[in-house]
């Protein structure tokens, strides 16, 4: 399902109005948020998609890290997952789905929460992740809608893992590459959600398959500001240009080009580049809008978290349209 399909379906079903239900579909938001009392609000979300990569234990540690991110991404802490199966012991033999749920379940435990069952589903093609439950404090909740003008974006972790996977299913990208990409991947958001609630930010999403500036347009629009990013800023594997070079590009990136590119406009930025831009991301890292002033102090707090390749990739403009420049 490309982007713009689900709104346009739900457009016409009726939401149910709650008090305590500070974000649902209606915001576009990560993650639900539901206020269980004025110190804690649930957070819910869930997400699974066929295999990335040819390690079934990296699948599923990838997986769970994806799932876990929209928790990070609204400020809030993992504390319980469902592990969502499909698939079947004729696509995949049962010592494999015991790696990929192994997987999955030192990934969640990793991140301080745990599995506690699932549902599985039989299936020709193979598909996991995890509904995910963590919790916040509903007056702390960072939502993709406060970015203010003024703020500067930070990215968290490198673009071209789209391109990268890609190279991975038709068996041309370098071992040492596969390895690299499979890192960034298993690596959780828990560290930068931290850092960022301690700094305090203004507005967050995660870069998954709307890529980097999908995700991007997203928080814009929430925010009713315009954005401008610095394209020579944006930090990129350099691997991902020898896929696009060689063709082996993802479907998602042309249907993330072709839904966005109306809100996008290149100043003196070659077709290579934006391409990576639009670049469907499994397990990215976050964008965060921060007030300018904390921007250094986010950044090198980041860092020292090991978030080492986090990097202020752009600006909040004014408010507008959720228009966006790429320089």
């Given amino acids: 399902m490309g982007p713009g399909d689900l709104s346009e379906i739900i457009k016409g079903i009726a939401m149910v109005k709650v008090p305590r239900l500070l974000a649902a579909t209606a915001t576009l938001d990560d993650a639900a948020v539901y206020r269980m009392s004025p110190r804690t609000a ?4 869930v997400d699974f998609f066929t295999p ?3 390690s079934p234990r990296s699948f599923g540690r990838i997986a769970a890290a994806n799932s876990l991110s929209d928790i990070y991404a609204m400020g ?3 504390f319980l997952a469902l592990n969502v199966f499909c698939g079947s012991t004729e696509a995949l033999p049962a010592r494999d789905l015991r790696e990929i749920l192994k997987g999955g379940e030192e ?3 990793e991140a301080g929460a745990v599995v506690a069952g699932g549902h599985s589903v039989e299936d020709k093609e193979i598909k996991f992740g995890l509904c995910a439950l963590g919790t916040v404090d509903p007056r702390k909740v960072v939502f993709n809608s406060g970015a203010r003008p003024g703020d500067s974006l930070v990215l968290t972790k490198p673009l071209g893992i789209g391109l990268m996977t890609t190279g991975i299913k038709s068996g041309v990208l370098p071992k040492r590459s596969v390895s690299k990409v499979t890192r960034v991947m298993e690596e959780l958001n828990a560290g930068a959600s931290r850092v960022m609630m301690q700094v305090g930010v203004n507005a967050c999403t995660d870069v998954t398959g709307f ?4 995700h991007l347009r997203e928080l814009a629009a929430a925010g009713g500001v315009d954005i401008e990013v610095e394209a020579g800023s944006v930090p990129v594997m350099g691997e991902a240009y020898d896929m696009l070079e060689a063709g082996f590009i993802p479907g998602g990136l042309w249907t993330n080009r072709h839904h966005f590119a109306p809100w996008v406009t290149a100043v003196d930025v070659g077709a290579e580049t934006l391409n990576v831009l639009y670049d469907p991301q499994t397990s990215g890292g976050l964008i965060i809008s921060v007030a300018a002033a904390k921007a250094d102090k986010l950044l090198g707090r980041l860092k020292r978290a090991g978030v080492g390749q986090a990097s ?3 600006k909040v403009l004014a408010k507008g349209k959720g228009s966006i420049i790429v320089r």
């Fill in 52 to 54: 990335v990569v040819d």
């Fill in 312 to 314: 202020i990739v752009g």
């Fill in 42 to 45: 649930l957070l819910a979300t």
């Fill in 76 to 78: 809030g802490k993992p």
């Fill in 211 to 214: 890529g980097f500036l999908g």
């Fill in 107 to 109: 990934k969640t435990r």
